[in-house]
């Protein structure tokens, strides 16, 4: 996995610099420049039927947490972090909640979920992209004709996290753990540096969160 150093900063071009600087300092909005564009490949049977599975629409459980203390914890610290871009603060901690579900649902860090979406669509709901991709996760909409149901709207909270975190699964089992790999691979941008590192700065600087605290009982730092 690369990350962003200077030696790799100063080979991107003067944009892509500052971009990346500015993710890592938190204060870059969004810019439609990276949202996604998965690539539609050839699925073989067997894999469909697993991501079939995978996206089937249940509803999700209002808590995926240890203990309700580590939930109060995480949800609380990460509800401030996202106060300025969800204002509202139901729809801020229904939000989260879904988060952190689908993202432990695909196995997969609920804190590199919120970098991703922070890139791909700086929290808006109703985000489409130049190429067509939609919702938080930017998931293109040829998903739902692979491996979803007609009724599946890519713009329903969990049914758009619900798919973004199956597709990012999806492309770390192929790339074998490679983050970086797979992260090329949800932006349709593999073997490029600039996206992976871009959700990393994101991911790090802003929603990063030691998992000590919620057994400790102390107070995380702040983002």
Known sequence: MQLITKPLLRRLSLPLYMAAMLFAAGILPVSSAFAGAQREEALSASVRAVLQHS?????????????????????????????????????????????????????????????????????????????????????????????????????????????????????????????????GRYNGSLGRPEYPNLVRAAWHSNWSFPRRTADSGHRPADG
């Open 55 to 183: 996206v089937s629409d249940q509803a999700a459980p209002k808590l995926a947490f240890g203990t309700q203390y580590e939930a109060d914890v995480w949800l609380k610290e990460m509800s401030r972090r996202l106060q300025r871009r969800i204002p509202d603060a139901e729809s801020r901690l229904d939000f989260l909640s879904t988060v952190h579900y689908e993202a432990k649902r695909a196995g997969l860090e609920p804190e590199l979920v919120l970098g991703l979406i922070e890139v791909e669509s700086g929290f808006k709901k109703y985000a489409v992209s130049g190429v067509g991709a939609h919702g938080y996760m930017q998931v293109m909409p040829f998903w739902v004709r692979e491996i979803g149901a007609r009724e599946h709207n890519l713009f329903h909270l969990r049914i758009n996290l619900r798919y973004g975190c199956t597709i990012l699964r999806h492309y770390l089992d192929i790339e074998k753990g490679d983050l970086y790999r797979a992260l």
